[in-house]
């Protein structure tokens, strides 16, 4: 019999999208709850941070933190999970990798806030506000390179089942390794030897739901992104767009794409180059925060 345990889940900066993928287990929660005693969860309880800071170093069993350190607070939050959980687990692709919001990396603070709040188009009185709100980072900086985790599940957000498979693995004392296969392994469609002449957008032409996307000339990241959903979205007929991150061998996600559609597209590097108008977006969808790319501009940032 598993004995209770202590669970604490903070959110940062993020769509709380893994919480709501945790309540999506519906009835599948009770194989878990009797074994779980909350004692800090926001998203779903009145608990304030003072709770949290209160409580004794390291009487936390399981801590699950989701979103990205976009404010001095939610460093502080970290921090403070890193502190009171004896085991921390970063808990979808905001937190492994910066989530999508780490595509804002490619500019710096003043740029960003001067878009946001004085020249964006829906703007008539624009101001940056400066009373009450959380200091912003310069950066964001992947929860991983602040503080150390025992634990990483990506995902945006992770499946129900994928929360749940963890879960019960700490509850019961067990490894939760992620694997090292693609969603690509886990993909029905039927797929060819790739010589690719070109890419063509998801609303043109007409998908063959049979076979496989990328032989049809969609990018479709199946082949570089872990195999953690099931093939979710390639298996309805929709392009993998990467989510979920690279499987552990990977380093750099986006680097590993490029790589591949290299060898596999048969046209001129113009023609390559000019299909992908944003390749930050399309290639590093949720970890561009974690890329080489990013980190050469933080690194040459703060060398000025």
Request: charged share 25%; with cysteine; glycine share 6%.
């Amino acid at each position: 019999m598993v004995k209770t345990k202590r669970i604490a889940l903070a959110q940062l900066t993020s769509c709380w999208g893994c919480d709501q993928a945790l309540i999506d287990l519906h009835l599948k929660l009770l194989d878990v709850l009797p074994s779980l005693d909350i004692v800090y969860w926001p998203a779903v309880v009145d608990y304030k941070l003072q709770d949290l800071e209160t409580l004794s170093k390291h009487s936390i069993h399981i801590g699950l933190v989701e979103g990205s350190c976009r404010t001095e607070e939610d460093i502080h939050l970290l921090k403070v999970m890193r502190d009171k959980s004896k085991t921390l687990v970063a808990w979808g692709s905001c937190s492994v990798y910066g989530g999508i919001q780490g595509l804002a990396n490619q500019w710096d603070l003043n740029e960003l806030l001067d878009r946001k709040f004085l020249k964006v188009e829906t703007i008539t009185d624009g101001r940056i506000p400066k009373e009450n709100v959380p200091g912003f980072t310069e950066s964001i900086i992947p929860n991983t390179d602040i503080v150390d985790f025992d634990l990483v599940l990506p995902g945006c957000p992770p499946t129900s089942e994928n929360t749940l498979d963890a879960l019960s693995a700490l509850l019961n004392n067990k490894p939760y390794d992620l694997p090292d296969k693609t969603v690509c392994d886990q993909c029905p469609m039927e797929r060819e030897e790739k010589h690719i002449k070109q890419f063509r957008r998801t609303h043109e032409g007409r998908i063959d739901p049979t076979k496989c996307l990328l032989d049809q000339g969609y990018l479709c990241l199946g082949f570089a992104t872990i195999g953690l959903c099931g093939a979710q979205c390639p298996s309805k007929a929709t392009p993998c767009k990467g989510c979920f991150g690279p499987p552990p061998s990977v380093v750099d996600h986006g680097a590993k794409i490029i790589s591949a559609l290299g060898a596999i597209s048969d046209m001129p590097v113009e023609k390559l180059e000019a299909s992908f108008p944003d390749p930050i977006g399309s290639f590093y969808f949720t970890d561009y925060a974690s890329s080489y790319l990013s980190k050469i501009r933080r690194n040459m940032k703060q060398a000025e």
